[in-house]
């Protein structure tokens, strides 16, 4: 009896933990149709990416990608990013991560001229 709930509870257990029902996108690359700022900590700088009509973030909570204050080289990020969408250049966004709710950071990105 003992031995049975708890395998109920391990089994429970993984499936609170979740796992891959969030995952979003690792890499995503597109044209930025638009960008938005807000609190520092409240996904300070989110931007959205299309390729050919197509939605490069929606497997992210809300179709955006962000990053916050505190992250690293966040005003040479956010100045490269409005570039980029100034520009019409293509943006390339590598090592996104999604954390458990699915929302995506930034990780790192490339801007590519026309």
């Known amino acids: 009896m003992k031995l049975k709930n708890i395998s ?3 089994a429970i257990a993984a499936a609170m933990a979740g796992g891959t029902a969030n995952a979003g996108p ?4 597109g044209i930025m149709r638009s960008y938005y700022l807000s609190g520092g900590a409240n996904f300070g700088f989110r931007i959205s990416l299309y390729q050919n009509g197509v939605d490069q973030l929606s497997g992210c909570n809300a179709n955006f990608a962000y990053i916050n204050t ?7 990020k956010v100045a490269g990013l409005m570039l980029a969408y100034s520009t019409k250049a293509n943006v390339v966004l ?4 999604t954390d458990s709710q699915g929302f995506c950071r930034i990780g790192d990105y490339s801007v590519a001229g026309q």
């Open 70 to 76: 505190t992250d690293d080289n966040y005003q040479s």
């Open 8 to 10: 109920i509870f391990i």
């Open 26 to 29: 690792v890499s995503a690359s």
């Open 94 to 97: 590598t090592g996104i991560v």
